[in-house]
């Protein structure tokens, strides 16, 4: 939150004023009914602007009796529902960037006695056409050209609480209290103000991300990313590291934090493959756009440094 109780969304949405009293909230609808089965889908690749962003947090209702959906935006969240019936089919994430808004995860319906849910690609560009929709008008893709620079990246063997960058991420555990492993090892190097910090937040949610004080660290700050338990590859796991990642650069870019340090993601107790989950984590901060100048993967390994290593050498 900023100083003035505004988070740092609504504040790059709508100013030091805060959200129009316009704005549509879930209390605009009767009988609205979250999803049942959320699954994550990757995001479509997409840049609104500040006028097209605030167009959807107005609300959109539908025109007609042909017209299904119905939405409303909740701090960084759109909602996505059916209009006749009130069930959730879509939740999308948002992270202000420089030059404008950018989705950062996406989940659906997976309940067939709700929605008959397509691939993950045809969703995507469901999805897609869909926020153009409500937003009234279409959205260009997300280009290349918009990213102004790739972030250095780096693979070492270290400890990430040692790290003197301006930022690390935590591999944490959804209520952000601290669990093993890494997560563990930070909490006990930031202190317990750490904790007592997190207590205030209400947890994080999966393949998102939240950002604390460094405390007694070196970073001034701790972007607390929650990923995924390997599941065989079939949950959705990838997408969701995917999100670990995007969220976490969001979260850095709000407070302009230019060098990050990124543990393995979910490769130890989760059990996520180190190759794959090298190849996802690479692969996802080298195409986000990202005002990070410096991004360091610190390997709590050896096996795991050389996964990064031969990630990097065949993808620069």
Not at 2 to 28: V, Y
Not at 149 to 165: C, N, Y
Request: net charge negative.
């Amino acid at each position: 939150m900023s100083q003035d109780g505004l988070s740092l969304f609504n504040r790059a949405l709508w100013g030091p004023d805060g959200p129009s009293e316009d704005a549509a909230t879930r209390r605009d609808w009767n009988d609205v009914t979250p999803i049942r089965q959320p699954a994550p889908i990757p995001p479509p690749q997409m840049l609104l602007s500040g006028a097209e962003m605030q167009a959807i947090a107005m609300g959109y209702v539908p025109v007609d009796m042909n017209d299904k959906w119905f939405a409303f935006l909740e701090g960084d969240c759109l909602y996505l529902h059916r209009s006749w019936t009130g069930l959730g089919i879509y939740e999308v994430t948002f992270a202000a960037k420089e030059t404008g808004f950018m989705i950062t995860s996406a989940r659906v319906e997976c309940d067939p006695d709700v929605y008959n849910r397509d691939s993950d690609l045809g969703e995507r560009e469901r999805l897609r056409d869909l926020i153009a929709h409500v937003s009234g008008e279409p959205m260009p893709p997300l280009l290349p050209v918009l990213i102004q620079s790739k972030p250095q990246l780096e693979a070492v063997l270290g400890d990430i609480t040692a790290e003197r960058v301006a930022a690390i991420v935590n591999p944490a555990s959804a209520n952000l209290l601290g669990g093993g492993g890494v997560d563990a090892a930070i909490h006990k190097a930031a202190g317990p103000e750490l904790r007592a910090y997190c207590q205030t937040v209400g947890g994080c949610e999966l393949g998102r991300a939240k950002i604390s004080p460094g405390f007694r660290l070196a970073s001034q700050w701790i972007i607390h990313a929650v990923g995924p338990r390997w599941r065989g590859g079939s949950y959705g796991e990838s997408v969701l590291l995917e999100s670990c990642y995007r969220e976490s650069l969001a979260r850095a870019d709000e407070v302009g934090a230019e060098s990050v340090a990124l543990p393995a993601i979910a490769t130890g107790a989760h059990g996520y493959p180190r190759t794959a989950a090298a190849e996802v984590a690479v692969n996802t901060v080298r195409s986000t756009p990202t005002k990070v100048r410096q991004i360091r993967f610190v390997c709590f390994d050896a096996r795991t440094l050389e996964a990064y290593e031969r990630v990097l050498s065949r993808t620069e």
